[in-house]
């Protein structure tokens, strides 16, 4: 919450904003839960221990939507991998002071 906030130098006054941080922070977390709610061991988990899934309608509409994920798993984990590799390079860089988190709003 508190990196919503942004501190105006020249008065000290804070006022609610989002920086491109936040943004490459919360794309890394949507990748993140992409790639594991896509994963086999949710599919396991959610109906693909049972011999029928017919039986229960609502574990078969979930098991659907886990396998749709579950379609483009490589995917997932290359975006995911990739983007969080990005968005440490991009907290280390700021955090030293070689690059400014850009407020957008």
């Known amino acids: 919450w508190k990196a919503l906030w942004f501190v ?11 920086g491109v941080g ?8 949507y990748l993140l839960g992409g790639y594991t709610i896509g994963c086999h061991s949710l599919r396991h988990l959610i109906g693909g221990f049972r011999d ?4 229960s309608r609502a574990c078969y509409r979930a ?7 579950n379609r483009r ?3 997932w984990a ?7 590799g990005f968005a440490d390079l991009y907290v280390r860089l700021c ?9 957008i709003l």
């Open 22 to 29: 936040t943004v490459v922070l919360a794309i890394n977390v």
């Open 78 to 84: 290359w975006l995911s991998l990739f983007w969080v």
């Open 73 to 75: 798993h490589m995917l």
């Open 52 to 55: 029928q899934l017919a039986k």
């Open 95 to 103: 955090a030293m002071g070689i690059w400014t988190d850009w407020r």
């Open 63 to 69: 098991y659907d939507c886990v396998s749709c994920l």
């Open 8 to 18: 105006e130098p020249a008065t000290g006054k804070s006022s609610f904003g989002i």
